[in-house]
């Protein structure tokens, strides 16, 4: 359940895990951080699949060149490749059996046919296809469109000023770079998740947890009902 004038805040992911959509499930405003920078090796544009062989990255090429000073904004995919045929026939391959993949592949299928040149607009509109899935509806805001120039803990506090938020829930990373301290004087308290990943039932032998919320998808039943099981 979200917390009266909740905010949590994270920058865009690539088929994230279950407990990105936990957290904003349990507030009222999402920040959709598209002003950070990107990082190379890190779930921005990677998350990973199951497969017999054990978890497996897909990954959205990026255009680095010129690029690794500027914002998500700026971050372009490499389209030269041809990486949804890739995703689709990775997802195809190794998920044919699960459950729910004859209901839901043709979801993905008109999901990936949405071209798209820009990383983090891609990651928001399949933002908002995994909240329709799951049933969240927490209030989503582009970091963008809040024209905030400070970052870090600092950009952090301004966000959640900016829209009157009375509780700031942060991932566990946040103990290492959040003045908690800035947070209190603006009346504003500071929680930090604790999630740990439901298990059930999934393809290939023994249960891997924080996959992408495609593996749990495709291997749930009703994804809403489910969902609101292990928020």
């Known amino acids: 359940m979200a917390e009266a004038r ?18 904003i499930a349990r507030v009222e405003v999402f ?8 990082e190379k090796n ?3 544009n990677r998350n990973r699949i199951k497969t017999p062989q054990g978890a497996q990255w897909l990954t959205i090429p990026v255009r680095t060149r010129g690029h690794l ?22 997802i195809s391959l190794n998920y044919r059996k699960a459950p729910q993949f004859a209901e839901r592949f043709g979801k993905l299928e008109a999901l990936y046919a ?13 933002l908002q296809f995994w909240l329709a899935e799951l049933g969240i509806t927490t209030r989503l805001v582009r ?14 506090l301004d966000i959640c000023r900016s829209l009157a938020a ?19 004087a603006a009346g504003i308290e500071v929680c930090y998740q604790a999630f740990s990943p439901p298990s059930y039932p999934q393809l290939w032998g023994e249960f891997v947890p924080g996959l992408s919320v495609l593996d749990w998808w495709m291997n749930s039943g009703d994804s809403r009902t489910e969902c609101r099981e292990w928020l």
């Open 42 to 44: 890190s779930f921005i």
């Open 114 to 126: 949405q071209y798209e040149d820009n990383l983090a607009e891609l990651c928001w509109q399949q």
């Open 69 to 90: 000073d500027g914002t998500l904004r700026d971050t372009q995919i490499d389209n030269s490749k041809n990486w949804r045929a890739d995703h689709l026939k990775a």
């Open 6 to 23: 909740g905010l949590a805040a994270h920058q865009p992911a690539y088929l994230p895990w279950l407990g990105y959509f936990e957290r």
């Open 166 to 184: 009375e509780h700031y829930l942060s991932g566990a990373l946040g103990r290492d770079y959040l003045d908690e301290a800035a947070f209190a």
């Open 143 to 156: 970091a963008s469109d809040l024209a905030l120039s400070s970052r870090k803990s600092e950009l952090v």
């Open 31 to 38: 920040v959709f951080l598209d002003t950070v920078q990107f």
